[in-house]
């Protein structure tokens, strides 16, 4: 193998390298990445280009015609979720591995709800392309144990799941036991990509290290996928976890950057660091709300519902979007 030129290159020789994405141009650009991964918020600034006018327009059409077999959920709901199949869809040929789509923020307290949103979605991949590979859908999912109690459920079903907005090792555990194909620690609280001028002093690149560590440990499945990073160091420093998703512009400026400009040593380098020890919540939904809400005094749980505020918010300006274009 050729020595890395770039830090992009560096980090994908260690770590497998996902797009958090929705703009098909930019694996067309930096390179065939392996997963796609999105939310409700990349969906709405994506959507927001002229160039989805028709992507918004057929999305709705479909949304319509569907209508009758989807009856429990209201037309503009579904031509959001037609229409972040389709800009999946358009990724999928650019990457090699899954694409991922999250569910509607507002059932995130509600496990049949998110169970049968999750069913639609796939459902909708295989409506709209038949040769389509559903395997290729990963749905993402917001740990509250609601949420996990969904993803228990559609694993079984063989339905990939990736448990999103996490920020304690409970939801990591927990997460694991219900068998999700990845988790995604949210490195830095939401807020900093909304507010600006944020900084979140409590990242959780550590976090990202001690679920590996506890899932290697423990002979556990589950994948580790950090998000919602903000700077290039922040990204260099878990160089060797599993997977990690990076925005179009810091693929862009570690793409940039020479693989000698490297100035952090990876969290994963550190040969000291052991697991903590492993408990089980799966079958005990009270021992694990109190450990949740105990977990970092509080942070966690501010944090998660901090997340789902904001993405319910972004699901509201997503459905007017769609009202506005009817």
Same mark, same amino acid.
């Given at each position: ?14 770590? $497998? ?35 989805? &006018? ?17 009856p429990d959920i209201s037309a503009t709901e579904l031509a959001v979720e037609i229409a972040m199949v ?34 639609? $979605? ?13 395997k290729r859908v990963c749905i993402k999912i917001p740990s509250t144990w609601e949420g996990m109690q ?106 940039? &950057?020479? &693989? ?14 052991? &697991? ?51």
């Open positions: 193998m050729a020595p890395a030129q770039n830090l992009l290159q560096l980090l994908q020789s260690r770590t $497998i390298v996902d797009c958090d994405t929705m703009d098909v141009e930019v694996p067309k650009t930096l390179g065939r990445f392996v997963d796609c991964t999105s939310n409700q918020a990349i969906a709405y600034f994506e959507l927001q280009k002229p160039i989805h &006018a028709s992507t918004i327009e057929s999305s709705l059409s479909m949304a319509r015609s569907l209508a009758s077999k989807f389709n800009l999946q869809l358009a990724i999928s040929h650019h990457v090699s591995g899954l694409v991922h789509v999250q569910t509607n923020p507002y059932y995130s307290y509600d496990t049949p709800k998110t169970v049968e949103n999750a069913r639609r $979605i796939v459902h909708i991949f295989k409506f709209l392309d038949s040769a389509f590979d559903t969904a993803c228990r459920i559609l694993e079984e079903t063989e339905i990939s799941t990736l448990a999103t907005t996490l920020f304690n090792i409970e939801q990591a555990s927990l997460a694991a036991e219900v068998r999700c194909r990845y988790i995604a620690p949210y490195v830095n609280e939401l807020k900093v990509h909304f507010e600006a001028g944020f900084v979140d002093h409590n990242k959780a690149q550590r976090l990202c290290l001690q679920a590996q560590r506890l899932y290697e440990e423990n002979g556990l499945k589950t994948q580790v996928l950090p998000a919602s990073l903000t700077l290039t160091d922040e990204i260099m420093v878990l160089a060797g976890v599993h997977h990690i998703t990076i925005a179009p512009g810091l693929l862009k400026e570690l793409a940039a &950057a020479p &693989a000698s400009s490297l100035s952090v040593t990876s969290l994963f380098d550190e040969a000291t660091t052991k &697991a903590l020890p492993f408990v089980s919540y799966k079958d005990s939904e009270a021992a694990y709300r109190i450990a949740f809400t105990r977990s970092g005094n509080g942070e966690g749980e501010r944090k998660l519902g901090q997340a789902i505020n904001i993405f319910c918010d972004m699901q509201d300006k997503l459905e007017v979007m769609m009202k506005r274009s009817h």
